[in-house]
DNA sequence: CTGTTAGCGCCTTCAT
DNA sequence: ATGAAGGCGCTAACAG
């Protein structure tokens, strides 16, 4: 009695091993690993090398993630860990990733519920899937730590993060004065802020940039003319109408949002109450979303080079996962302000 | 010499093993096993366990994915097989599938790229994971016979699909039934359909489903009528601007999309066009995304329940992965039509 | 109740 | 260039 035999007496189709492969071929199991991994170079004869192959194709057989991933210590996984996966900026975040991840591993996406970062439980059994690396979008000082291990790991949109964390940040910073530049160009001389609600890092990094320029550039933001609601077109609407008169009082003529989405209340809560935009008052969002170019009127924006901050996520965890120091540990991705009809009557066009 | 100071004295940090447990509370490293997957009750003594659950507290010992999926033959990953996951769509699915996994099972996503099934290559490293069980979004045939194995998986969204296969869809076509019922009712006799491009089957049901309501309620869709176009904003745009004269010239007075991007786009190119709509075309969309109802004009549109699919494949999965045979092999949820300002002028209110 | 044993499938020395 | 053998960490079956 074989294996082969004792296999194939049990009723469930069995799976394909290395050692069925081997036994097919004529040779020991270390060769066929040795051929399957692609590391026969040299140290397989041709004859032999040939042999595997064809019993690999023959039986069907594909190398099981789970052994190989015990005996090496490491999977071939890299997770990318995404609150809020229903942010359009992830799709061009996993284009760009996979575009540099190719097939040397396996990309996988962990997603929580919105916004929030995933529990000490999960964590651990992200953990227990041995993964070659981490991505982690905005994550929380609570889950690095739970994290605590020289697990490979970039973090993507982080932008107060410890700077001995590898991360690729975009530079919101730059955007949001780019917007109190473009206010002054217009000649508006007090300007409100739609807050989001959530509490991530890039969104008071957002707040705090556009209240420096805004004193900067001599654009008077009173207290009271800063606002917050959560990041979803009704909230931001009903908000939007609730501050309104008292900004409206206040001589407030534009109003910059922490987010296109919200952006996209104001344009709606604006319609109804019947202020002119961008003549009564000149709005601003933040992400540059698919729908802000066609609009109405279209969204005046800061764009975010999504697709690059995947590509140079994956870029850098590469290296860690190779051992390698990253060439710079943390990197910043420019922003950059596309002017549409929420600002200029003739942005649109 | 014993396994613990053995892997003091190595230079990395050795994770924490069950072996190390068991010898920090002085039993076996079956019954650590037992206690940390909660199979204790009866087989375990209340003093070891007590001892156990210290040592594991002790040592931060967790569990280990790979060892124990090796051990038991399937890990406790529940893989979601999503294309394009910028669909909106998915992040209510998502919520739906979780709120029935819990704890029992981790979830993990696995994307490509927009619209594309993956290839078999890809197909085989998820199976290399050993997954629990397989949630896939609008499986194309392809992928379904490279699985080939008795793998619990449900399809998501595939009304084409083989009825031996557990799915969960959504009636699309009720959905676009409703939607000629509701030009009949405004008075429209002549429509035009704008589908989508890339091929999958929904897009498929939706337009067909159109086309025999249409001669059903009386309303003419000619041939020439029913164009079509990636489903993206800007190229809806393009497609409806080149055949707007065309189906003017015709007297059509009503446009069925096939999803809400597109409709966006067709707004925007009414506008360009001066086209007033509802008054001199009433627009359709098809998914009720979020923006729909804030847009100018809101989209009327089919709105899917998402999070039932979810919630509902993932319980179908789970009887699966409990080896029963699923209540219903394959279940069909309802659409409803939800009127807007894009066909009547008061339905925005 | 508890410990021992025998793998799960693979990769990697180490001899040959 | 090749094969035998020893784990990787865990769990299921079996003996006590």
Redesign the pocket.
Same mark, same amino acid.
């Given at each position: 009695m074989n294996i082969g035999e004792k296999s194939a007496g049990k009723q469930p189709p %069995?799976?394909v091993?290395?050692?069925m492969v081997?036994e097919h071929a004529?040779?020991?199991?270390?060769?066929?690993?040795?051929v399957?991994?692609g590391?026969s170079a040299? %140290?397989?004869?041709k004859?032999?090398?040939e042999r595997v192959r064809e019993a690999i194709r023959e039986l069907g057989?594909?190398?099981?993630g789970?052994?190989?991933s015990?005996?090496?210590?490491v999977s071939s996984l890299v997770i990318l860990v995404a609150p809020d996966i229903s942010n359009p900026f992830f799709a061009k975040v996993i284009a760009g990733v996979r575009s540099v991840l190719g097939n040397d591993y396996q990309l996988l996406l962990s997603v929580t519920d919105a916004g929030i970062s995933p529990s000490a439980t999960e964590t651990r059994r992200l953990l227990g899937l041995r993964p070659a690396g981490l991505l982690v979008h905005a994550p929380t000082k609570v889950f690095l730590e739970d994290l605590a291990g020289p697990l490979p790991l970039v973090a993507l949109d982080a932008p107060g993060i410890d700077p001995s964390i590898p991360a690729v940040n975009m530079d919101v910073a730059q955007g949001a004065e780019a917007v109190v530049a473009h206010f002054a160009s217009l000649g508006h001389t007090k300007a409100a802020y739609l807050d989001g609600s959530t509490g991530t890092d890039t969104l008071m990094v957002r707040r705090e940039a556009f209240l420096d320029a805004a004193t900067h550039y001599g654009i008077e933001v009173l207290p009271g003319n800063v606002a917050s609601s959560m990041i979803d077109v009704g909230a931001a609407s009903d908000e939007f109408s609730r501050n309104w008169p008292m900004w409206e009082s206040c001589g407030v003529t534009a109003l910059a949002c922490a987010t296109d989405t919200q952006a996209f209340g104001v344009l709606h809560a604006a319609r109804h109450l019947g202020i002119r935009i961008p003549h009564r008052l000149a709005v601003t969002g933040f992400d540059d979303l698919p729908y802000s170019a066609t609009s109405s009127p279209s969204i005046t924006s800061v764009q975010l080079h999504a697709t690059e901050v995947g590509r140079q996520a994956a870029l850098k965890l590469r290296e860690l996962i190779d051992g390698q120091a990253p060439q710079s540990l943390q990197s910043m991705l420019p922003s950059s302000l596309v002017v549409r009809g929420s600002t200029t009557a003739d942005g649109g066009l």
């Open positions: %069995r799976r091993t290395a050692a081997a004529g040779v020991s199991t270390a060769t066929v690993s040795l399957a991994n590391k040299g %140290r397989v004869s004859h032999n090398e057989y594909f190398v099981d789970i052994g190989s015990l005996a090496k210590g």
